[in-house]
């Protein structure tokens, strides 16, 4: 949503996932592609160090180590700015991000 949202489309919450399978709540990521084409996006999932994710990439989806995600919306220096799943916008270092990260983003 909060992608869909910064590329100017109009989505709702309830919108980009509905009818889509879920597991336990949560869409899994190669479902992304789905809900992201449904706000006129095209999304895939690569591999990427997270120093490697340039702010042109941004707003980028990072798959998280708990099975999660994390939107990152910009990177300066040794910090990020992120959005956590229940839409709470806050700052983090590079190191705390890091040690969450998996190593997927959806693009």
Do not use: N, W
């Not at 489309?9 to 949560?26: I, N, T, W, Y």
């Not at 084409?37 to 042109?56: S, V």
């Not at 995600?69 to 910090?79: K, P, T």
């Amino acid at each position: 949503m909060f992608v869909a949202r910064a590329h100017d489309r109009s989505v709702s919450r309830d919108g980009l996932p509905a009818g889509l399978p879920r597991e336990d709540q949560r869409l899994t990521p190669e479902l992304i592609a789905r809900a992201a084409e449904r706000a006129g996006l095209e999304a895939q999932i690569t591999e990427c160090p997270l120093k490697a994710i340039g702010q042109e990439q941004c707003p980028a989806i990072l798959l998280t180590r708990e099975g999660g995600a994390l939107v990152l919306l910009s990177q300066h220096g040794s910090e990020a700015s992120v959005v956590s799943e229940s839409g709470e916008h806050r700052a983090m270092t590079l190191e705390a991000l890091s040690g969450q990260y998996l190593g997927s983003t959806v693009l």
